[in-house]
């Protein structure tokens, strides 16, 4: 893994690659070490203006759209086979520009074949046709495609979550325009090498490259027909305002301030694996990290005992290495703002505990931080970071009152040897999913919804729903006199 290159970020416009031409004036940065990857580099406006018509010439002349779906089907498996086998590279390049373990890369980075099977069975369900029995015959329901999508994607996970949005865009009919972050856009372009190797038609996926102006260029243009967006709440903000003018469909996971409730009889020792979990992994810069331990006080100061054994045992090292079991943040800046984050806890009389060796090496490695002694009303924005906050409770309605509290709602997590009574409090928690006596990074089921309740962010994601959320439904039938 050592020997892991990057090569030069290309753009990829009208089926053809180009380096990247802008210059931002930035460089990225191994996080293992500091040293310097690749200077930041963005698309040229008139290569974002070629994409933008490139892409609505194949939705106008309906080019991809009219492909037959068992055609569109076998692109998507082909473009599957291809990445496949290359897992592992993708994953060392993540690991590289990222900071995230080899491991938990490895790992998440099969999504990148597997998100383009599941839109094929998408396809192959009949998710585009379906028909009501009419007075005077069939009336049809049509998932038509929306047109040209921006798919825009995160740093902590660039090549899964670029690979769920665009199997899913192409798969409903829809010319797909890529922007990675600017941080994070190595892994992505295996997406296009895999439409080039499989002779996917030019202009049905196309991918541009830098920060927010780029996104925003993309986003803005009136040829855009939706938008799919994985990122922060400042930019979720930005993308909806751009969408509402023109009312364009969005889709938008921001991340979150999660919650996990501890009750007093849960198992303790399996509870601190969860938190250990919730903390460390992707390097705790992930949407559903825990953010807020939520604890009986009747156990509080047990649990946080044994836990902070286990964040001792924990072995933060060089993300390339398979031993390592956390790896640095991703670059300086945010490492800074958890650094930022601390002191405010601090300045509002917070107890920082940081326990887990640090490695001899200079990166941007940050040992994982539980808080206490803030008051609740006071850790209610996200950190998206290795850093939670402790309180306890004394009944169950006041632990859901605290869990509720943040003006955040994606993930939640519950802790009892009572399945009942922690899916009875799972069920009143304001967000989109709650995983009880365990966390992972996988959702639930396959098939089940993704939601996003309240400032983290609109819509819902999943198998099914990604599809069709870029389509727009027609129907039609013969109509009585």
């Known amino acids: 893994m050592s020997s892991t290159t990057i090569s030069p970020l290309q753009d990829y416009i009208a089926g053809e690659f180009t380096v990247s031409a802008v210059d931002l004036g930035r460089w990225n940065h191994n996080p293992n070490n500091g040293e310097t990857i690749q200077p930041q580099l963005a698309t040229a406006d008139n290569n974002i203006e070629r994409a933008l018509q490139t892409a609505w010439d194949v939705h106008q002349s309906r080019s991809w759209a009219n492909v037959s779906v068992a055609d569109r089907i076998a692109y998507l498996h082909k473009m599957a086979d291809w990445l ?46 379906s028909t009501l029995e009419g007075e005077l015959g069939d009336v049809e329901v049509l998932h038509k495609p929306l047109g040209p999508a921006a798919c825009i994607t995160p740093w902590n996970s660039p090549a899964a979550l670029a690979a769920h949005k665009v199997a899913n865009a192409i798969a409903a009919g829809c010319p797909a325009i890529l922007k990675a972050s600017e941080f994070a856009p190595y892994s992505s372009v295996y997406l296009a090498q895999a439409a080039e190797a499989v002779g996917l038609p030019a202009g049905v996926l196309q991918i541009v490259s830098g920060g927010a102006d780029v996104g925003a260029a993309v986003v803005n243009d009136k040829r855009i027909r939706c938008v ?52 460390t992994t992707l390097n705790g810069q992930w949407c559903r990290a825990l953010g807020r331990l939520l604890v009986h006080e009747s156990v509080q100061n047990e649990l946080l005992e044994i836990t902070q054994d286990r964040l001792a045992a924990v072995k933060i090292g060089d993300s390339m290495s398979a031993e390592s079991q956390m790896g640095p943040l991703v670059h300086a800046g945010h490492k800074a703002h958890m650094l930022e984050a601390i002191l405010h806890y601090q300045d509002l009389g917070g107890t920082v505990h940081q326990v ?126």
């Not at 400042?234 to 969005?250: D, I, L, N, S, T």
Request: aromatic letters at 8%.
């Open 84 to 129: 496949e086998p290359k897992v592992q590279e993708i994953a060392a390049v993540e690991s590289l520009s990222t900071g995230i373990i080899i491991n938990t890369s490895s790992f998440v980075n099969f999504i990148t074949h597997i998100a383009f099977r599941a839109a094929a069975q998408m396809l192959e369900a009949g998710m585009t046709h």
């Open 228 to 279: 799919s967006f994985t990122g922060g709440l400042h930019g979720g903000r930005a993308v909806a305002q751009a969408c509402a003018h023109e009312f364009k469909p969005m889709q938008l996971e921001l991340g979150g301030n999660n919650a996990m409730v501890v009750l007093e009889d849960a198992n303790l020792e399996q509870t601190a694996e969860g938190i250990v979990a919730g903390m």
């Open 356 to 481: 887990t060796p640090l490695p001899d090496l200079n990166g941007e490695f940050f040992a994982p931080a539980l808080i206490t002694g803030v008051a609740p009303e006071k850790t209610l924005e996200e950190t998206f970071g290795p850093v939670a906050t402790v309180h306890s409770f004394k009944t169950d309605a006041e632990a859901v009152h605290l869990a509720n509290q943040a003006p955040y709602g994606l993930g939640g997590y519950v802790y009892s040897q009572d399945e009942d009574r922690a899916m009875q409090i799972g069920r009143q928690m304001d967000t989109g999913d709650v995983k009880v006596n365990g966390v992972g990074l996988i959702g639930l089921h396959p098939m089940a919804p993704r939601p996003a309740w309240k400032l983290s962010g609109y819509g819902v994601e999943g198998t099914a729903e990604t599809f069709l959320f870029f389509t727009g439904t027609s129907v039609v039938g013969i109509a009585g006199r």
